[in-house]
C-alpha cells in the first residue's frame, strides 16, 4: 500500500485528489492518505445542501461549502480534524465498513484512547461519536474515507450544522454538540495530532508505508477536477427545481427525502436525497418515475419491476412506496 503525500487544506482540491486517484491511478495498486480541511461543511452525495448547513453562518465565519462522491450525512471539518482514505480493491468490502475501520479503531487504542465501533460506520469513546465513515464503489474499486474528531472546533460545528430533527431524535440528544468528543480529551499530554498520524499510519501496513508524492501532472489534473467539478455551485448545491410534493421518513439505514412535481396525476420530475449510503448513483432511480402515474399500485409495480436495492441496499419496497404515496 502506497501512502500519498497530501499537504494540501483546500477542502475542494482535496477532495479531487480522492476522484483522481479512485480512477486515474494504478488500479493494481493500492492506497492510503491523511488530509485535513480549512474550515468546511462537506455534505454526503445525495444531500439538499441548503437543509444541512447554516449558510448566512458559513458565509461570514468564512467556512467552505463542499460535496464528496460517498452517501452519509454532512461533517464539519477544520484542522483540528483528521481525515483518512483508502483507496483498495473492492473484494467484497463495500459496505462492509468494519474491516476498514479496524486499523483506526486500533491506533487509538494504541495510544490509549477506549474507542468502540458503534453500528455500521461509526467510531465512538463512551457513547459519542468521534468518527463517522463513507464509502463509494468505482468499478471493482472501493474509496472509503472518515474524519476524525482530534481538537475540533465543536461550537462552531455546531453552529453551521443543521440537522434535521430526524437525525438528533434518532440520536436520542437535542443538539450536534451533545453527540460528538474530541479524542484529545482523552489523550496523555504531548500526543499532538502528527503522533496521532504516526499511530494509524502504523497500523495500516506492516512494516512503514511507502510514500508517492503526486507529480506536476497529477497536480494538474487534480486543480483541473477541482476546478470544474467539485467548487462549483452546480455540484455543491445543485439545480434548484419546484416541487409540490416532498415526503421524508427516517430508517434504520438513514434519512430519505422524495420530492416529486406531479401534474395531471403524472409524475414529470423526482429529487430523491438524504444521508443513506448508495450502490448506483441515485440518478438512474430518479428517471424510473418520470411519466409513472402518481399512486400507490403505479410505484408498487414499478419497485416491483426494478430492484431498488441497486441503488438503496437497505431499502425495502413497501416502506418505499409508502413514503412516496403516503396514501
Not at 444541512?52 to 461533517?75: F, H, K, T
Request: one cysteine or more.
Amino acid at each position: 500500500m502506497l501512502e500519498i503525500v497530501n499537504d494540501h487544506q483546500d477542502p475542494f482540491f482535496n477532495l479531487a485528489v480522492e476522484e483522481y486517484v479512485l480512477k486515474n491511478m494504478d488500479p493494481e495498486e493500492e492506497y492510503f492518505i491523511l488530509w485535513q480541511n480549512s474550515p468546511t461543511v462537506v455534505v454526503g452525495r445525495n444531500q439538499e445542501t441548503l437543509k444541512e448547513i447554516n449558510p448566512e453562518y458559513a458565509r461570514e465565519r468564512g467556512i467552505a461549502v463542499a460535496r464528496r462522491m460517498s452517501g452519509g450525512g454532512a461533517v464539519y471539518h477544520d484542522l483540528g480534524n483528521l481525515n483518512y482514505t483508502f483507496i483498495v480493491k473492492e473484494r467484497g468490502r463495500f459496505h462492509n465498513f468494519r474491516d476498514l475501520i479496524n486499523p483506526v479503531l486500533r491506533a487509538l487504542h494504541a495510544i490509549g484512547v477506549p474507542a468502540a465501533i458503534s453500528g455500521r460506520n461509526d467510531i465512538v469513546v463512551e457513547g459519542k461519536k468521534v468518527s463517522g465513515n463513507a464509502q463509494y464503489r468505482y468499478l471493482d474499486r472501493l474509496l472509503h474515507h472518515g474524519t476524525l474528531l482530534y481538537a475540533t472546533d465543536l461550537e462552531e460545528m455546531a453552529r453551521v450544522l443543521t440537522p434535521s430533527e430526524h437525525k438528533l431524535s434518532s440520536k436520542g440528544v437535542r443538539s450536534v454538540e451533545a453527540r460528538v468528543v474530541n479524542i484529545k480529551e482523552y489523550l496523555p499530554a504531548g500526543v499532538t495530532i502528527d503522533k496521532l498520524k504516526d499511530a494509524i499510519r502504523s497500523f495500516v501496513e506492516n512494516g512503514p508505508l511507502k510514500q508517492y508524492r503526486l507529480t506536476e501532472t497529477d497536480v494538474k489534473s487534480i486543480a483541473d477536477l477541482r476546478d470544474s467539478k467539485y467548487s462549483a455551485a452546480s455540484w455543491i448545491y445543485g439545480v434548484s427545481e419546484a416541487f409540490n410534493i416532498c415526503k421524508s421518513a427516517r430508517f434504520e439505514w438513514g434519512i430519505i427525502t422524495v420530492c416529486l412535481n406531479v401534474e395531471n396525476g403524472y409524475i414529470n420530475r423526482c429529487r430523491i436525497s438524504g444521508d443513506f449510503f448508495f450502490e448506483r448513483e441515485i440518478e438512474g432511480l430518479e428517471e424510473y418515475f418520470l411519466g409513472l402515474p402518481y399512486s400507490r399500485d403505479a410505484v408498487r409495480n414499478l419497485l416491483a419491476a426494478i430492484d431498488i436495492k441497486e441503488y438503496i441496499p437497505h431499502a425495502v419496497n413497501e416502506e418505499f412506496v409508502k413514503l412516496v404515496c403516503p396514501q
